[in-house]
């Protein structure tokens, strides 16, 4: 089978019309037309139907869409470890909300140029998730917060940044006692299936404060806009800007200032792309994404 046919078939799905999956893949619509037949005709089934010009995929279409890109990105992979060449083809990359906001975007044009045949996918998400995905080779990478455990042979890691363990309060609020700020406001908690949040929680267990009154979320977003509406008060790490605009937030070292959350990139050594984590991890460094790019506590 002519990887090329499936390459049209994927591209008119995407696109939903030939004309358009012509104009992506440099051909006439009459050529992308003559591959769906030769296609379908060694399949043996309809993969498309045509009303008017959209074009979707029939249910044998359906059924083949996700293995064929799969077949897409082997045969990218292997022409790129026959030429020794690792730095071609996808790579799968997740990334924690913060890390999608404080990281990747300040390294991207620096990483596209350097590596203009690399086909990068962000997929976003907590990471607890991302670490097993990572683990069962359904990513090649990931940057998450550091495990609470050894890190596998199986997988390579990097610590990025170390990010402080801060109070988060309404900009008016007068008490600059952080374990006093805990034990007597509203607590909104930083989600303890989150390894970040398990940091947090224990630390309050460590203090001996229980909040009574308190509100649970896994988005610290939300947590800041919150403290800013004077909802309650939080125990968060200090994360890369940028944060929510217009906060009306203070933030509150706490006594222990080696109480961190670690972040970090993941990766699978038996991935196509492990050399290529390993050497693009200096552009992920905070260091080296721009100025004014540090947690900083005030």
Not at 74 to 97: M, P, Q, R, Y
Not at 98 to 105: C, K, V
Not at 205 to 228: G, H, K
Request: glycine share 6%; hydrophobic share 45%.
């Amino acid at each position: 089978m002519d990887t090329r046919f499936l390459e049209s078939f994927i591209a008119i799905v995407e696109r939903g019309s030939i004309a358009d999956a012509a104009r992506h893949l440099g051909l006439t619509p009459a050529a992308v037309a003559q591959r769906i037949k030769a296609l379908e005709d060694e399949i043996r089934q309809p993969l498309l139907v045509r009303a008017g010009r959209s074009v979707t995929p029939t249910a044998a279409g359906l059924g083949i869409i996700e293995k064929s890109r799969q077949l897409i990105r082997g045969v990218e992979d292997l022409k790129a470890l026959a030429t020794h060449n690792e730095f071609a083809g996808e790579l799968k990359l997740g990334a924690i909300s913060t890390a999608l906001t404080g990281i990747l975007p300040f390294m991207l044009r620096k990483f596209l140029f350097d590596y203009p045949k690399i086909d990068l996918h962000v997929t976003p998400g907590q990471s607890t998730k991302l670490y097993h995905e990572v683990a069962e080779g359904q990513l090649d990478g990931a940057i998450i917060v550091e495990p609470p455990f050894s890190i596998p042979k199986t997988c390579g890691w990097k610590r990025l940044l170390s990010e402080p363990m801060v109070v988060l309060v309404s900009e008016d609020c007068t008490e600059t006692d952080p374990l006093k700020i805990l034990k007597k406001n509203m607590f909104l908690r930083y989600d303890r299936n989150q390894w970040g949040g398990r940091i947090a929680d224990a630390y309050l267990r460590e203090t001996r404060i229980f909040p009574t009154r308190q509100l649970e979320l896994d988005s610290l977003e939300a947590i800041a806009l919150m403290v800013s509406q004077k909802v309650g008060v939080s125990l968060v790490p200090d994360w890369l800007k940028p944060w929510p605009e217009g906060l009306r937030i203070r933030k509150i070292p706490l006594p222990d200032t080696m109480l961190q959350r670690h972040i970090g990139v993941l990766w699978l050594h038996a991935s196509t792309h492990a050399n290529l984590l390993r050497q693009i991890v200096p552009l992920l460094q905070p260091k080296n994404l721009s100025p004014d790019r540090h947690p900083v506590v005030s």
